[in-house]
């Protein structure tokens, strides 16, 4: 039976004294709650609990009245009340309308919002350890991996364990620096409070357009009162200060700030921007974060002892006590949308979550999403523009380099113009990126004797080959195999040749072009862990590299002062295909690039290799002229009633027979009968343009709707009669961003 959203007076019924039948859900994979006595003692409204559940006890949250209905005898009793503070209501009518939304169970959302280990173990000492004052007497190679190791923990303590591990060492290593009081080993309570943060510790003076908009959002902060407000400014006009202002005010008025971030490499020059503020370092939430922290955190975070939360997008689901302010960096980045298990997109479920609370919402983005741009428009969200860069920088100059008549061999990217710029930035002890948005030495393999490209036997996608690993790898599933010497098709001996240009084949390049430089290579592959990649963008920002290559990852906020050129090796790279926002996209990951150039003290250049040159897209880029490529987007989409002027939801079906999985996807189109009442409309079934993944064959449809449909509730009932056998499986996704 499903059970009404809470309502706000409901909180009156608070406590449900012992033996009183109460509602418990669960992150069991069961469709709603359980009746369970209350324990001696009795239990409120949304306390954390530990119940039996067959032979297993397992973690849950009372949810309600129990719903009864057979013997009360026969109910079982919840086991114990956990010593933390009970789920508030509006973390439970957040979770319900989330839910309701993506239309996800329950017990999937409430799994979401309990991923710490230990939640149910009782308070306890453990033995922790950290940096010492001391020196060892002898220093080796690995005791020095694990004092730098336990030194980028700023003070933060680990387990054995940890600290071994990061370090790449066995614990007695680890404790062979125990004497020398290099490091510390020390008793402590397994969650500590954070240190408290000071608003007034370390603020900067503003320009004048930073002032304006930070006091815009104080007073926000001030008023406890939902709104949204979209922070947009030019790449290196100081947004982050202007939002850390905000983040003061919620300190001042004794609420909590959360702080989302599109990538873990981001947190390490971010960390420390927050600490040189406030005085101390936030709490941490994402999957860089050791399982002691991310328990201390989530802890912390239910008692009101953590007053900034600086994280990934699933850091939205902790447990605050006084959630003021949610700030979502970078808020046009595509890592915010989850396309696996709870299909949410962290920036609309902060906006959620914040009109729930009657908090403050900052959207903060040079190139903000079209979505963003238009509730803007609409007058939905506030405005706060920054126009022009902090200090002394300002904006990089903007080139295209037309390729269609240059002469390059088939193995060469770089072009003679673009050397050229790069040679000037090296004679000037200056720093150059050049860019190319695919990971590996090349996208495809082709023997030369049959014709045949190397596939992944278990999804119907290339390997790319990776020279620097020595393997080839599947982007999709992670399969990886020894480069071959003999083709697999034919057998044909060193005829297997690579086609393409990948960020290791730029490099190598670059190497060959320029061989006395320090060339860097940024890529999430060429790194084992989120502290090795931290590390080598700090080496850069230092001055560590005369060139940079890299893909994505370097447009997501770094800062390199040395940085005056850019260079895109394929700016047409994203504008092939059919994806709906393949134009927003391109224009962001373009402009985004190229506020890396010039962000100190000299002036920048961001150079577009580029076959299409006259294409909307690039004058757009080139031109400079923002507010018209979003106007142009915008009426495009809302002449074809596509989103954000319409609403669409994907389906996505699989399974290990592929006649079984068409069949179902012409089951549901053929009874479309629901969604034609609220005249929705669904196109295929068709092949996933990566029709098989890990083995299993992937089908999708996709549902079109008007804005205003109640779109959630047709898919509900489309899908409801629907029973899936053997190994099918059903996905719906709600605001779909990718459709691959």
Known sequence: MARKTLLPHESDIGFYETGTLVAVLTAQPLDRPLDYKAPEGGCFLGAFVEVPLGPRKVLGVVWGPGLGGFDIAKARSIIRVLDTPPMREEMRIFL????????????????????????????????????????????????????????????????????????????????????????????????????????????????????????????????????TTLLKGVTGSGKTEVYLEAVAEALRQGRQALVLLPEIALSAEFLARVEARFGARPAEWHSGVTMTERRRT????????????????????????????????????????????????????????????????VLASATPCLETWANADAGKYDRLVLTSRFGEAVLPEMKALDMRPEKLPSNRWISARMETAVRQRMEAGEQALLFLNRRGYAPVTLCRACGQQIGCPHCDARMVEHRFLRRLVCHQCGESTPIPDRCPSCDAEDRLAPVGPGVERLAEEATTLFPDARIAVLSSDLYGTARELKEQIVQIAEGGADIIIGTQLVAKGHNFPLLTLVGVIDADLGLQGSDLRAAERTFQLMRQVAGRAGRADKPGVAMLQTYQPEHPVIRAILGGDEEAFWKAEAEERRAAGMPPYGRLAGIILSGGEAQQVFDLGTHLARNDAPLRRVGAVVYGPAPAPIARVRGRHRVRLLVKAEKGVALQAALREWVAGVTLRGDLRLAIDIDPQSFF
């Not at 600086?310 to 939205?316: E, F, K, Q």
Request: aromatic letters at 6%; hydrophobic letters at 40%.
């Open 298 to 361: 989530w802890r912390m975070v239910a008692e009101g002892h953590a007053q900034l939360v600086v994280g990934a997008r699933s850091a939205l689901f902790l447990p605050y006590q006084n959630l003021g302010l949610i700030v979502v960096d970078e808020e046009h980045d595509t890592s915010y949308k989850q396309d696996e298990g709870v299909m949410y997109n962290a920036r609309d479920m902060a906006v959620l979550r914040a009109s729930i609370l009657g908090a403050q919402v």
């Open 96 to 227: 319900e309308k989330c839910g309701a939304y993506t239309l996800t169970p329950l017990s999937l959302m409430l799994r979401l919002a309990t991923r710490a280990p230990g939640l149910c173990d009782a308070p306890s000492m453990r033995k922790v350890y950290r940096r010492g004052d001391g020196t060892p007497s002898r220093m080796t190679d690995a005791r020095q991996r694990v004092i730098e190791a336990a030194e980028e923990m700023g003070g933060l303590a680990l387990t054995l364990k940890e600290l071994a591990d990061s370090a790449g060492v066995t614990t007695q290593v680890v404790k062979g620096l125990l004497p020398s009081g290099a490091i510390l080993e020390e008793e402590s309570p397994r969650d500590t409070p954070f240190p408290r943060l000071h608003p007034d510790y370390g603020s900067k003076p503003l320009t004048e357009d930073q002032e304006a908009a930070a006091a815009q959002l104080r007073a926000a902060q001030v008023s406890h009162e939902y709104r």
